[in-house]
């Protein structure tokens, strides 16, 4: 006699579910060192040594920021965005191309009295000049112009951040060797001259500039 084949019985409940909006900015987060069950997303992500590193440097080298509108390229989580949110600036507007770092770069400055914008966006996008404000009082690029070029390609990426440039009078950097002469000389063109370079012995090695005259 031959037994009867039995074939499991597959619930809906027990099918692989499509995840949940916001599962990704989780599973980031937590891989920065952020789980949500053990602490807040402000008091866990934004203590990360390398942002506090940033943010404090950026608050040396920036001028008194109270009411000036700042943007942040590259954003990332968003967690240099938040320490200069404790400065009071009137704005804060990020730009990353990655979707997890905004969901969570807008969770983290949920609540804060500063207005802040987070814009998902790629670049080398034509909508980069819908998007980008005329004019900031300051801005930020830290370590982002190497994954311009990698992205978007050297000449687009030079471009791009001349078309940025001109919409500040100040600009705070953190610019990787082998990038930084293509990047000083884009400044440079646009009338950016180094106020304040980074010592040698700082881990995060910012340099801001001023934007004295109208470009080339």
Known sequence: MTGRRRTARISPSSTLAKPALGDDVRRRARRESFCPQRGSARSTLAGTTTSRALATGCSARLPLCADKEILDIGCNMGVVAYEISKLRPSSIHG???AKPHIETAKMLLRGSPVHARFDRLNL???????????????????????????N??????????SNIVRRTSSVVARVPPGTDGEFIETLADEGCARHLP???????????????????
């Open 95 to 97: 730009i990353d191309i």
């Open 198 to 216: 980074s010592p040698q012995q700082s881990c995060v090695r910012l340099s801001s500039f001023l934007r004295t005259r109208r470009g080339r």
């Open 152 to 161: 978007i390609g050297p000449g687009k990426a030079r471009r791009v951040l």
């Open 124 to 150: 080398g996008s034509r909508r980069l000049g819908n998007i980008l404000l005329p004019k900031y009082d300051i801005v930020l690029l830290l370590a982002v112009y190497q994954h311009m070029q990698r």
